[in-house]
């Protein structure tokens, strides 16, 4: 007899119940990507620094979002971009962004940001997407943002210590009860940058971790 191995559901669907189901919370909302994309104490001093980064440059910079979510970061970046395009697997998600947020430099896609080509740009933004997915699908990601010039990265990480990428199957979930979180410089992924800097960081109550923005230059 053959022995069955479960195999984990596509990503897509994962992330499209996630919405439906309202499982990142948000009852009174269409789609609502969790309290890291809400809580003004934790969206606001993030989008302080980015802001503060992007203006630096004398020509603004295109930038890739992937893994938009509801846009409710997002929509404040635009302006501060020469061109602003936002990406998410979940397609009734990109459809309402395209509705609420029209804008001449704004373009949002469909996309699935393992498998599919990504948009050229100057800098990319991940913010609270990869912390969801597993090694596997972090790595395919990781193969393609080296052709960006700046990678923006935010993740839930434990305080203090932690086992680095312990895997988990892409989800809802995070790799905070395993006392893990994502660090891209570290097996199996060792992205190699040329420079780095913390960004940010919001230490959430009652031990839940701490939410860290860090830029990442590639060579
Ligand atoms: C927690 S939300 C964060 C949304 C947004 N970045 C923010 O900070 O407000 C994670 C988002 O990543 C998207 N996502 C997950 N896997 C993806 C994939 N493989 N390709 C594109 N988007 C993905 C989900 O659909 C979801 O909208």
Not at 45 to 65: A, G, Q, R
Not at 109 to 125: A, Q, S
Request: aromatic fraction near 8%.
């Amino acid at each position: 007899m053959t022995k069955k191995t479960k195999k984990p559901w596509p990503t897509k669907n994962v992330m499209n119940q996630i919405y439906e189901m309202h499982l990142w919370g948000g009852n009174q909302f269409d789609f609502y990507s969790g309290t890291g994309s809400h809580n003004p104490k934790i969206i606001d001093p993030y989008l302080k620094v980015v802001i503060t980064f992007l203006e630096t440059h004398k020509k603004p910079l295109v930038v890739c979002d992937l893994g938009c979510g509801d846009f409710n970061i997002g929509k404040h970046l635009t302006k501060h971009t020469r061109k602003y395009i936002a990406v998410d697997i979940v397609e009734n998600l990109i459809h309402r962004n395209k509705n609420l947020h029209q804008e001449d430099n704004l373009a949002f896609y469909c996309l699935d940001i393992t498998k599919d080509v990504l948009p050229p740009g100057d800098c990319i933004i991940l913010r609270q997407v990869l912390q969801h997915l597993s090694n596997n699908d972090i790595e395919k990601v990781v193969k393609k943002i080296t052709a960006y010039k700046y990678i923006i990265l935010t993740e839930h990480i434990p305080l203090g210590n932690f086992v680095p990428n312990k895997d988990i199957i892409s989800g809802q979930g995070i790799r905070l009860k395993q006392n893990s979180g994502v660090n891209l410089l570290e097996p199996p992924f060792n992205l190699k940058i040329k420079d780095q800097q913390q960004l940010g960081e919001y230490i959430l109550e009652n031990n839940k971790g701490r939410i860290v923005t860090t830029i990442y230059k590639a060579f």
